[in-house]
């Protein structure tokens, strides 16, 4: 049998791990920069913690653990016979893979809130899973790096984390366009349209398509699900939705009370950066950006690669200010953001910036060649020495010709080799060769860390 990995799922060689662990410490650097302290969760939550905060969508690509041992011990048996999948899951599995960082973190802060000091900022970085259809840009399995503010309302903290979006995409070296809107305008385009009040979130879940498959496509998908509570024509509510990005903040605010609460935030969050020059940013207002996520409140942040914004998003967030009062403990806003780590891969990838920042796979700087057995215990107790130095080394494993250990590290890119042979032992002098030059040099081993420290990498 051909062995397979999961579709959705990757493999990362050592070169893909170094230039996804640039852009994980690049992200971590400037999160603690503006005080941020990490947190990790498990990998599994209760089912009841993740189910109904996504929506009806996000709820589905869930991916459900069974229950250990004999699943179907306690299934019902009646849905069981029926094969009602649905309404047997509960009974067969109450754990299930985390949809994202930002649920299991509101978790998290309700369990250990009087641990907390509010506003409690914490940065996250681990993989999370969703069983959607893969394809490009979207995977089952990936990583995001989440940076959330807990305990205050106040609009700076959305400040704050464009202004780290920014230095994030900066130092990456990726120009970006960062969308902001608000779920309070959403509300007041959906009242002015005559959506149902229940049916708020199937209007957002379609806007949020709008992007992936075109105005009309949307448009058609809140007609056929009924959301509104008067008849729509389906001409002028696409033209009116088109038209909506274009639209002066004036006439957003005419839509409600709320709509205009809404373009108020957007104007204090703006109001931050008079004067201020974005490094790598553009930030423009969007009134049809609908991240669909259920437990937004306020703002919400989409940013993508300036050179094709219409990819998919490399990094996101958005203002929840209840997210809390789902587990019991309300009052505690907060707002946040989500680096897509793979999606930022692919597209650093696609764009070579990995090759014009110069980022290498690290190997060892010096390789230990022998002659056999006693030079081969006398390379392994010098490696431990060298690598006390703070200089990575490694000794070849297996006796064999010295041609075939050069070609070893020649091969692998290691930039120095020590040969030790008998004479080597004898004299106490080792010799050393740049492989890049093949210049060789005779020094006591106690000069090797010294020599190699003194060489520019």
């Known amino acids: 049998m051909i062995p397979s990995i999961?579709?959705?799922?990757?493999?990362?060689?050592?070169?893909?791990?170094?230039?996804?662990?640039?852009?994980?410490?690049?992200?971590?650097?400037?999160?603690?920069?503006?005080?941020?302290?990490?947190?990790?969760?498990?990998?599994?939550?209760?089912?009841?913690?993740?189910?109904?905060?996504?929506?009806?969508?996000?709820?589905?690509?869930?991916?459900?653990?069974?229950?250990?041992?004999?699943?179907?011990?306690?299934?019902?048996?009646?849905?069981?016979?029926?094969?009602?999948?649905?309404?047997?899951?509960?009974?067969?599995?109450g754990k299930a893979l985390r949809y994202d960082l930002t649920v299991p973190f509101a978790r998290y802060v309700v369990m250990h809130r009087n641990d907390i000091t509010f506003p409690f900022r914490r940065y996250q970085m681990q993989p999370v899973w969703r069983a959607d259809r893969p394809q490009k840009g979207r995977y089952r399995e990936f990583w995001q790096c989440d940076a959330d503010i807990i305990g205050t309302s106040s609009l700076l903290s959305e400040a704050e984390l464009i202004g780290m979006v920014d230095d994030v995409f900066s130092r990456l070296g990726m120009e970006v366009v960062i969308k902001i809107n608000n779920r309070k305008i959403l509300s007041g385009i959906a009242a002015s349209l005559g959506v149902k009040e229940k049916s708020f979130t199937a209007f957002v879940t379609a806007l949020d398509k709008i992007e992936k498959t075109g105005y009309e496509n949307a448009v058609k998908e809140m007609i056929e699900r009924n959301?509104?509570?008067?008849?729509?024509?389906?001409?002028?509510?696409?033209e009116f939705l088109r038209e909506m990005p274009q639209r002066s903040p004036d006439k957003i605010r005419e839509l409600s009370p709320e709509a205009a609460k809404g373009v108020e935030e957007i104007e204090t969050i703006y109001s931050f950066f008079e004067g201020d020059k974005m490094k790598s940013s553009t930030v423009l207002r969007d009134y049809t950006l609908a991240r669909g996520l259920d437990y937004y409140t306020g703002t919400i942040i989409e940013v993508k690669p300036a050179a094709h914004t219409s990819g998919s998003s490399i990094c996101g967030g958005g203002r929840y200010d209840d997210l809390t009062g789902i587990f019991g403990v309300p009052g505690l806003p907060g707002v946040g953001i989500s680096f897509g780590i793979d999606r930022i891969y692919d597209v650093m990838k696609e764009m070579n910036l990995f090759?014009?920042?110069?980022?290498?796979?690290?190997?060892?700087?010096?390789?230990?060649?022998?002659?056999?057995?006693?030079?081969?215990?006398?390379?392994?107790?010098?490696?431990?020495?060298?690598?006390?130095?703070?200089?990575?080394?490694?000794?070849?494993?297996?006796?064999?010709?010295?041609?075939?250990?050069?070609?070893?590290?020649?091969?692998?890119?290691?930039?120095?080799?020590?040969?030790?042979?008998?004479?080597?032992?004898k004299s106490g002098m080792i010799t050393l060769r740049e492989?890049?030059?093949?210049?060789?040099?005779?020094?006591?081993?106690?000069?090797?860390?010294?020599?190699?420290k003194g060489e520019k990498h």
């Open 227 to 238: 959301i509104f509570s008067r008849p729509v024509k389906e001409n002028e509510l696409t």
């Open 435 to 452: 492989m890049s030059t093949g210049e060789q040099c005779k020094l006591p081993p106690g000069d090797l860390s010294v020599k190699l």
């Open 6 to 93: 999961p579709r959705g799922t990757r493999d990362f060689s050592p070169a893909e791990i170094s230039c996804r662990n640039f852009i994980i410490s690049t992200v971590a650097d400037v999160f603690r920069l503006s005080g941020y302290q990490p947190i990790e969760t498990p990998a599994m939550e209760n089912t009841e913690t993740l189910t109904g905060k996504y929506g009806e969508e996000g709820d589905r690509l869930i991916f459900r653990v069974l229950n250990s041992g004999d699943f179907l011990k306690d299934a019902d048996r009646e849905k069981l016979n029926a094969a009602d999948a649905a309404a047997l899951l509960p009974s067969i599995s």
């Open 355 to 425: 090759e014009r920042k110069g980022l290498q796979v690290p190997v060892s700087r010096l390789m230990f060649a022998h002659f056999g057995e006693a030079e081969r215990k006398y390379a392994f107790r010098l490696s431990s020495e060298i690598r006390g130095a703070g200089i990575s080394a490694e000794v070849y494993p297996d006796i064999c010709k010295i041609k075939k250990q050069m070609e070893y590290a020649g091969k692998k890119g290691i930039p120095f080799v020590a040969v030790i042979g008998e004479d080597e032992m």
